[in-house]
DNA sequence: TGCTTACGTAAGGCGCAACTTAAATACGAA
DNA sequence: TTCGTATTTAAGTTGCGCCTTACGTAAGCA
């Protein structure tokens, strides 16, 4: 999940994300996007987001097909819900600090 | 935007968000929650989230209580989900494409 | 005034991430 | 096979982020 939040954190790569959130796109296209980066860099980029499973690769002869995966999307989203204010938080923040106050009186 | 979401791409921030979602807390009692790290290194992660707006401050005589900002929180999550997949995105792609197609005609 | 506590800030080290160019791979066509 | 296109991968550079140590600042107290 970090690997994702760590993916996102770029804009180029919440760009491209955008660019094939709709519609499946080639390389080529997507890099002919970016004015001011080279290909590599942008298959580079493909590279991160494929590693995050945030988008998927079809291969059509000479061409890869990028597409996003909407439901990874989804899974990050509801992570980012559920994280700070869901009911698993609240139980660790509970422990941790009895955690803490037993550190400090022992400390 | 960016800045936010580059804050929340840290596990230690995240962790620091945590801490601070449902109670006020003062900067040493932050530090003294990492063992593997300086407390100038947390005052440091303080500020990134602070120049996000993602904590509030505020000053009690020597100390510096922090709390999350949930709502810029709530903005920020309400961002992640209309940007890949709210109207604005659906006009942009629309037009980039019609972009594309003009290029592709005359180049 | 001095001392202590609680912070932030400055300066520098170090690793990683993003980029470039150049080379390798995969595929279709001649 | 040879060539051309599409794309990844390798190698190297550079800038930025996270860290530490050292210093500065603000507040309370003797």
């Known amino acids: 999940m970090d690997v994702a939040l760590k993916a996102i954190a770029d804009p180029r790569r919440r760009e491209i994300l955008r660019l094939v959130w709709s519609k499946e796109l080639p390389a080529s296209d997507i890099a002919s996007h970016f004015h001011d980066v ?3 860099a942008v ?4 590279g991160v987001l494929r590693n995050a499973n945030l988008v998927c690769e079809r291969r059509d002869a000479n061409r890869r097909l990028y597409r996003a995966n909407v439901e990874e999307m989804a899974n990050l989203r509801t992570f980012l819900d559920q994280y700070w204010s869901g009911r698993l938080n609240r139980l660790k923040s509970a422990a941790e600090a009895a955690q803490r106050d037993k550190d400090a009186r022992n400390g």
């Open 38 to 40: 080279t290909r590599s």
């Open 43 to 46: 298959s580079q980029h493909l």
